[in-house]
């Protein structure tokens, strides 16, 4: 706790003071301090994170300069919000539905929870200088909890930037194809249900598979190829890939059931529809999926992603089906023996296709390893959002009370009873109008009541350079109208 009490300026303002017996506003008048820094702000800004609240003076300040933005204020510790919270001006802040007052280490999850890069547009980081100069010692520890929590937002946003409008296409269209499918789970759960993803030490262990009878087999899109190649044919594929790329793991398909989230690429879907086979589809959280979803009664299943790796909803699939013991082949989450997939995959066709003597395809794998920072971790190369992956799966496997180890590259994994969540084995979409519910209600509600299943598409438009000069609620409405405006 930095604060040991509160004490009166010269012009009767109540302001805190700080165990060094400084204090964190001005003596004399604490609130022309506060306009003069809040005239330092000369831009537009609808987020604001604000280092020390203090006496909440300054906040109460920006609020009135800025009454449509979101603010956070931050304090220290969980002791130094509590003893703020007495006076009567942070008790009045606090019933503020645009202000949220929190302490660091609850800053990521309410950064989480309040701040949409899309809806928001850039966070404003405001410090109190009287706070940073008491808390200097805490610097490096603020900083880091910053960055990190700032970095998994920027993170997905840059995805949403990136992907937005073609997850719109992808969901739109692969309902539409969903309204002419239905699928069938022959799940025998007394087998042993194996995720394949396409680390490099999956050929290494394919051996595990040489019993194919005791094993109900899940593949992601990647490792398909691979499995191919060995004479393995899978029970399931699953793909949430939205790139037109990701449709060279389906050139070849083959008589197995195939899942895909709503977001994964239509025309590989379409491809496969077209070829004979069965196709799934189910929803892992974009907002635009869910709220299709919710209209038809929820009849897509509902699978995790978890950070955005096929192979946490290839695993999240396994558990839900219902399978107690489980073994994931692949999941390195590292670039081990200079490799970043395992051999096989459709990158080796197309790399090798390519390769000349002044781009090899050893070059070509090169790139694709260090176009992101490398970081050494257990004698392996990795990178963050590798990291980001493998933490994340781990993570979902604890939530679960999922008992697991890791031995020569292979997660094997129990499962406890209460992990199952009644997942459906088999579906029937034929006949149903699901767009066409989805969409009159969509059209009879407004922009802003749909505002929640639109931001990954503004996100999209945000990033354009069409819209750059463009206010959020022409971003909103622009965002809106071309959906309802889809052609069904």
């Given at each position: 706790?930095?604060?040991?009490?509160?004490?009166?300026a010269?012009?009767?303002?109540?302001?805190?003071?700080?165990?060094?017996?400084?204090?964190?506003?001005?003596?004399?008048?604490?609130?022309?301090?506060?306009?003069?820094?809040c005239?330092t702000?000369?831009?537009?800004?609808?987020f604001?994170?604000?280092?020390?609240i203090?006496?909440g003076?300054?906040?109460?300040?920006?609020?009135?300069?800025?009454?449509?933005?979101?603010?956070?204020?931050?304090?220290?510790?969980?002791?130094?919000?509590?003893?703020?919270s007495?006076?009567?001006?942070?008790?009045k802040i606090?019933?503020?539905?645009?202000?949220?007052?929190?302490?660091?280490?609850?800053?990521?999850t309410?950064?989480?929870?309040t701040?949409?890069?899309?809806?928001?547009?850039?966070?404003?980081?405001?410090?109190?200088?009287?706070?940073?100069?008491?808390?200097?010692?805490?610097i490096?520890?603020?900083?880091?909890?910053?960055?990190?929590?700032?970095?998994?937002?920027?993170a997905?946003?840059?995805?949403?930037?990136?992907?937005?409008?073609?997850?719109?296409?992808?969901?739109?269209n692969?309902?539409?194809l969903?309204?002419?499918s239905?699928?069938?789970?022959n799940?025998?759960l007394?087998?042993?249900?194996?995720?394949?993803?396409?680390?490099?030490?999956?050929?290494?262990?394919?051996?595990?598979?040489?019993?194919?009878t005791?094993?109900?087999?899940?593949?992601?899109?990647?490792?398909?190829?691979?499995?191919?190649?060995?004479?393995?044919?899978?029970d399931?594929?699953?793909?949430?890939?939205?790139?037109?790329?990701s449709?060279?793991?389906?050139?070849?398909?083959?008589?197995?059931l195939?899942?895909?989230?709503?977001c994964?690429?239509?025309?590989a879907?379409?491809?496969?529809?077209?070829?004979?086979?069965?196709?799934?589809?189910?929803s892992s959280g974009?907002?635009?999926?869910?709220?299709?979803?919710?209209s038809?009664?929820?009849?897509?299943?509902?699978i995790?992603?978890?950070?955005?790796?096929?192979t946490i909803?290839?695993?999240d699939?396994a558990?839900?089906?219902?399978?107690?013991?489980?073994l994931?082949?692949?999941?390195d989450?590292?670039?081990?023996?200079?490799?970043?997939?395992?051999?096989?995959t459709?990158l080796?066709?197309?790399?090798?296709?390519?390769?000349?003597k002044?781009?090899?395809?050893?070059?070509?794998f090169?790139?694709l390893m260090?176009?992101?920072?490398?970081?050494?971790?257990?004698?392996?190369?990795?990178?963050?959002?590798?990291?980001?992956?493998?933490?994340?799966?781990e993570?979902?496997?604890?939530?679960?009370?999922?008992?697991?180890?890791?031995?020569?590259?292979v997660y094997f994994?129990n499962c406890?009873?209460?992990?199952?969540?009644?997942?459906?084995?088999?579906?029937?979409?034929?006949?149903l109008?699901?767009?066409?519910?989805?969409f009159?209600?969509?059209?009879e509600?407004?922009?802003?009541?749909?505002?929640?299943?639109?931001l990954?598409y503004?996100?999209?438009?945000?990033?354009n350079?069409?819209?750059?000069?463009?206010?959020?609620?022409?971003?909103?409405?622009l965002?809106?109208?071309?959906?309802?405006?889809?052609n069904?």
């Amino acid at each position: 706790m930095i604060y040991k009490s509160f004490d009166f300026a010269k012009n009767g303002t109540n302001i805190p003071v700080f165990l060094s017996g400084k204090t964190m506003e001005s003596r004399y008048n604490p609130e022309r301090d506060a306009d003069s820094l809040c005239n330092t702000i000369n831009e537009t800004f609808s987020f604001f994170l604000v280092l020390g609240i203090g006496s909440g003076i300054f906040i109460q300040k920006l609020s009135e300069k800025y009454p449509e933005a979101k603010i956070i204020g931050v304090e220290l510790e969980k002791e130094d919000l509590d003893f703020l919270s007495t006076s009567e001006l942070i008790q009045k802040i606090k019933n503020n539905k645009s202000i949220h007052l929190t302490y660091l280490e609850n800053l990521e999850t309410i950064l989480s929870q309040t701040y949409m890069p899309a809806k928001h547009g850039e966070l404003k980081i405001i410090e109190q200088r009287a706070w940073i100069n008491e808390n200097q010692s805490k610097i490096e520890k603020i900083n880091y909890i910053l960055q990190k929590s700032l970095g998994i937002i920027s993170a997905d946003y840059s995805v949403q930037a990136h992907f937005g409008k073609l997850w719109t296409f992808n969901i739109l269209n692969n309902v539409r194809l969903a309204q002419s499918s239905s699928f069938l789970i022959n799940a025998d759960l007394n087998k042993t249900a194996v995720i394949v993803a396409a680390g490099p030490s999956l050929v290494k262990n394919l051996s595990i598979l040489k019993e194919r009878t005791k094993y109900f087999i899940i593949s992601t899109d990647t490792a398909g190829s691979t499995l191919h190649k060995h004479g393995i044919i899978p029970d399931i594929l699953i793909s949430i890939d939205g790139q037109n790329v990701s449709y060279n793991h389906f050139i070849n398909s083959h008589s197995v059931l195939y899942a895909f989230d709503l977001c994964a690429n239509f025309s590989a879907a379409k491809h496969i529809y077209e070829s004979g086979n069965q196709i799934m589809f189910f929803s892992s959280g974009h907002p635009l999926a869910n709220a299709i979803n919710v209209s038809c009664g929820n009849r897509f299943p509902c699978i995790f992603s978890g950070a955005g790796t096929v192979t946490i909803t290839a695993l999240d699939f396994a558990v839900k089906t219902g399978f107690k013991n489980i073994l994931i082949l692949g999941a390195d989450f590292s670039y081990s023996n200079g490799k970043p997939y395992a051999s096989g995959t459709y990158l080796d066709a197309l790399y090798n296709s390519s390769s000349s003597k002044i781009s090899s395809s050893e070059k070509n794998f090169s790139k694709l390893m260090f176009r992101t920072e490398l970081i050494k971790s257990e004698k392996k190369m990795t990178t963050q959002i590798l990291e980001a992956y493998k933490l994340s799966m781990e993570k979902y496997m604890q939530s679960r009370n999922i008992i697991f180890r890791k031995e020569n590259d292979v997660y094997f994994l129990n499962c406890s009873s209460d992990t199952n969540e009644n997942f459906p084995l088999q579906g029937n979409f034929i006949n149903l109008q699901i767009l066409s519910s989805f969409f009159k209600k969509l059209k009879e509600s407004s922009p802003e009541e749909a505002e929640l299943l639109l931001l990954p598409y503004i996100a999209w438009l945000r990033n354009n350079k069409k819209y750059k000069f463009c206010s959020y609620s022409e971003l909103l409405k622009l965002a809106f109208n071309n959906i309802v405006r889809y052609n069904i």
